[in-house]
């Protein structure tokens, strides 16, 4: 079975600064999705890649898939407190979106 | 536009007894699915429907049945309840490049 590895497992940064968070799969990656979650919430859908070398933003977040490292990589840029909260990668198990594995999740934090 | 919605939010269970857990979607989405979330264990799929009438079981499905007889609608029936499903469950509904997440249900069987 496929499995997802998230690093880091914990970040705090400073607002104003950069972070990446990485997802590397086990297994090819067909179709790869990133979430946030906020403690108690549902799970936001942020983007979804879907081809090597694809890349993807939604407001100040960015997302790209390196197919031949089976990763994908999601980029803050000038971070908010706002973007606190959990960053979870999905990736399509069987290649329907019905049936994605999920990462353990990123926790952020981002400080004044 | 409600987009998917379940209920209840809360639930107390005694171990033993069954429930019915609503999920819905207004998007006109084939696929939807089942998972539970749990500390140090992620989302975990347990039932998946690609359209009504059509289900399929996902990594851990034991104490729990779906059926899926409309496209709006997919419940999630536990058949007697166990300490073990003590989670947050999430019903999901899926085009081919985009999943969308209810808000979730908190269940506690004591």
């Known amino acids: 079975s496929q499995e997802l590895e998230q690093s880091p497992q914990s970040l705090i940064v400073q607002e104003g600064k950069n972070l990446t968070i990485n997802c590397t799969s086990s297994?090819?990656?067909?179709?790869l999705y990133w979430y946030k979650q906020k403690y108690g919430e549902g799970l936001i859908f942020l983007m979804m890649?879907?081809?090597?070398?694809e890349e993807k933003s939604h407001e100040k977040i960015t997302a790209k898939l390196d197919e031949k490292k089976q990763q994908s990589s999601l980029h803050i840029t000038a971070s908010q407190p706002s973007h606190a909260g959990i960053y979870l990668c999905?990736?399509?198990?069987?290649?329907?979106?019905?049936?994605?594995?999920f990462g353990t999740g990123t926790r952020l934090q981002v400080t004044l | 536009n409600a987009g998917v919605t379940q209920t209840p939010k809360f639930q107390v269970l005694k171990t033993g007894q069954s429930m019915t857990l609503q999920c819905a979607q207004d998007?006109?989405?084939?696929?939807m699915s089942w998972y539970r979330q749990d500390p140090g264990m992620g989302l975990r799929l347990i039932h998946y429907?690609?359209?009504?009438?059509?289900?399929d079981q996902g990594e851990v499905p034991n104490g729990y049945n779906v059926s899926r007889s409309t496209t709006e609608d997919f419940p999630l029936r536990l058949l007697s309840a166990a300490p073990s499903q003590t989670s947050v469950y999430f019903c999901?509904?899926?085009?081919?490049?985009?999943?969308?997440f209810g808000p979730g249900t908190r269940l506690t069987v004591t």
């Open positions: 999905g990736a399509e198990a069987g290649g329907t979106a019905s049936k994605l594995t």
């Open positions: 890649l879907q081809k090597g070398g």
């Open positions: 297994k090819t990656l067909y179709g």
């Open positions: 999901a509904s899926s085009s081919p490049y985009e999943q969308y």
């Open positions: 998007m006109n989405h084939e696929y």
């Open positions: 429907s690609v359209g009504a009438g059509i289900t």
